[in-house]
């Protein structure tokens, strides 16, 4: 069963745009919401991540926005750079039940144009 | 380099034998995890431990993978008897379970391909 739906799959944009990954889950439980960005043949890497208790965090250009009731997350990047090309992952683990295994979303491959 | 690292990073083997793969965590890390990534896939959970005890099996895990931590250093994740299904990219991440902190760091991985 998904627990983490991530949309959209691929996206394109202009160097200077922003991008905007979507993010849903199901498990009320979850309470840690991390970004990860993972380049080909590497692993991934955390990129920004967030608690419920707050509703946005930013940092330099990436910015989480959070939605509880909604139970919904999204990363948007500004000014969107050819380096940012790369495939995004949302997560989310609930922390206080004393597991540390992240549920992944299905993945978003960005391109941004030069 | 003082990240995690893992090895090969690529295996080609034939149907029906066995492939052994390595992770290095960080070296003060007390957990880690294993996770395998298909194509056009976010990495899906396979097992952890803490220090040299494994916590947690998915049920992606069959009786056919088997990983190991004994000294809770490096970990060891053994697949036998491989089948075209276990064709995946193979991660490890560590963390260091204290006062809160739960951030997981990521090897390169292993690519898998069973022909």
């Known amino acids: 069963q998904q627990q983490v739906k991530q949309s959209p799959q691929s996206l394109i944009v202009q160097k200077g745009g922003i991008s905007i990954i979507n993010c849903a889950y199901e498990?009320?439980?979850?309470?840690?919401f991390p970004w990860y960005q993972q380049f080909p043949g590497k692993g991934p890497a955390l990129l920004i991540a967030?608690?419920?208790?707050?509703s946005e965090k930013k940092e330099g250009r990436f910015t989480i926005s959070f939605n509880k009731s909604a139970k919904q997350f999204s990363l948007h990047i500004m000014d969107s750079q050819p380096g940012d090309s790369a495939t995004y992952f949302c997560a989310a683990i609930p922390l206080n039940s004393g597991t540390y295994k992240y549920i992944f979303g299905t993945g978003t491959r960005l391109k941004v144009l030069a | 380099d003082t990240g995690v690292s893992q090895n090969p990073r690529h295996k080609i083997t034939k149907r029906g034998q066995n492939v052994t793969f390595r992770c290095d965590p960080i070296?003060?890390?007390?957990?880690l995890y294993w996770y395998r990534q298909t194509l056009g896939q976010g990495p899906e959970f396979l097992t952890y431990f803490q220090n040299e005890a494994q916590l947690e099996k998915s049920r992606l895990l069959s009786d056919r993978f088997s990983a190991e931590r004994p000294k809770g250093s490096f970990s060891t994740l053994e697949i036998q008897r491989t089948e075209q299904g276990d064709s995946a990219m193979y991660l490890c991440a560590s963390s260091l379970v204290v006062a809160g902190g739960h951030e997981q760091f990521f090897g390169p991985g292993t690519r898998l391909t069973v022909l």
């Open positions: 070296s003060e890390h007390n957990r």
């Open positions: 967030i608690r419920p208790d707050v």
């Open positions: 498990n009320t439980a979850f309470d840690y």
